[in-house]
């Protein structure tokens, strides 16, 4: 889950990780779909309700919102990470550095996509170091958390990795972009029309891709698993402390990492 703050007079482009078990007000709906108020719980459940996917995404949107204090957020896009693979396919790969366990969790899950769900031959990643993926070892690279990967926190980052590395790519030139929206629409659930995508793209190709920056909070030490009633896993931490980092790092462009002695 990445909140992602577009500045196009600082042509910057900053993006906040938000771990899937952060705990935040989630409207919840009863048996029959009505709507049920809302419970505290961890902030990925928000996609579970809903009668469809952009009501699924409407909510954890609210839930995004509740946690900024209230804060609109102006637009949302969910892509799958299947179709972040046939995305990565069109656009010819993407190149990251995997180390040693990266590549035997990631293909581990390249065997049983490929072999359980495809009844294809696997497509294993050959060896550490820089790699380029093609778009299952690109989708499956962007699931893995066990195996000493690094957890929630670490998966996070490798999907911002592959996202901004194919944004860059579909921005690289008028045809490409193109074609990229062509791929990129029947994969997509976003309250963007395919025009502010075309106008998005065009802009970065004129004007050339933004300053990126990408942090996650809270900031280490400064959070601690705790559980729910109900035994579920979540991340608890100082609610005045979060927002001072979210103002700063939103608002005066401030990467509370380098700010944190």
């Given at each position: 889950?990445?909140?992602?703050?577009?500045?196009?007079?600082?042509?910057?482009?900053?993006?906040?990780?938000?771990?899937?078990?952060?705990?935040?007000?989630?409207?919840?709906?009863?048996?029959?779909?009505?709507?049920?108020?809302?419970?505290?719980?961890?902030?990925?459940?928000?996609?579970?309700?809903?009668?469809?996917?952009?009501?699924?995404?409407?909510?954890?949107?609210?839930?995004?919102?509740?946690?900024?204090?209230?804060?609109?957020?102006?637009?949302?896009?969910?892509?799958?990470?299947?179709?972040?693979?046939?995305?990565?396919?069109?656009?010819?790969?993407?190149?990251?550095?995997?180390?040693?366990?990266?590549?035997?969790?990631?293909?581990?899950?390249?065997?049983?996509?490929?072999?359980?769900?495809?009844?294809?031959?696997?497509?294993?990643?050959?060896?550490?170091?820089?790699?380029?993926?093609?778009?299952?070892?690109?989708?499956?690279?962007?699931?893995?958390?066990?195996?000493?990967?690094?957890?929630?926190?670490?998966?996070?980052?490798?999907?911002?990795?592959?996202?901004?590395?194919?944004?860059?790519?579909?921005?690289?030139?008028?045809?490409?972009?193109?074609?990229?929206?062509?791929g990129l629409m029947p994969n997509v659930t976003s309250s963007m029309s395919k025009m502010d995508?075309?106008?998005?793209?065009?802009?970065?190709?004129?004007?050339?891709?933004?300053?990126?920056?990408?942090?996650?909070?809270?900031?280490?030490?400064?959070?601690?698993?705790?559980?729910?009633?109900?035994?579920?896993?979540?991340?608890?931490?100082?609610?005045?402390?979060?927002?001072?980092?979210?103002?700063?790092?939103?608002?005066?462009?401030?990467?509370?990492?380098?700010?944190?002695?």
């Open positions: 889950l990445l909140l992602t703050v577009v500045d196009h007079d600082a042509k910057t482009i900053r993006q906040l990780q938000i771990d899937r078990d952060t705990i935040v007000p989630v409207s919840v709906r009863g048996l029959f779909g009505n709507k049920a108020g809302s419970r505290d719980m961890q902030i990925c459940l928000a996609h579970g309700y809903g009668v469809d996917k952009q009501e699924r995404c409407k909510n954890t949107l609210a839930s995004v919102q509740a946690l900024l204090g209230g804060q609109s957020i102006e637009l949302y896009v969910e892509i799958p990470l299947d179709g972040i693979g046939a995305l990565n396919d069109l656009l010819g790969g993407v190149t990251v550095t995997l180390t040693d366990d990266e590549v035997k969790e990631t293909n581990k899950y390249i065997d049983e996509y490929c072999w359980k769900t495809l009844g294809i031959p696997t497509q294993r990643i050959e060896g550490s170091g820089e790699q380029k993926l093609n778009g299952i070892q690109a989708m499956t690279y962007g699931r893995i958390r066990k195996g000493n990967t690094g957890g929630d926190w670490k998966r996070a980052e490798r999907q911002s990795v592959v996202l901004n590395q194919v944004f860059s790519k579909a921005t690289s030139n008028p045809i490409t972009l193109l074609k990229f929206l062509n995508f075309v106008y998005m793209g065009l802009t970065t190709i004129v004007h050339g891709m933004p300053k990126m920056s990408h942090i996650r909070l809270p900031l280490d030490n400064e959070w601690q698993y705790g559980t729910t009633s109900g035994g579920a896993s979540v991340i608890r931490f100082n609610d005045s402390v979060l927002a001072s980092h979210l103002h700063s790092y939103i608002y005066d462009d401030i990467d509370p990492t380098k700010n944190s002695d």
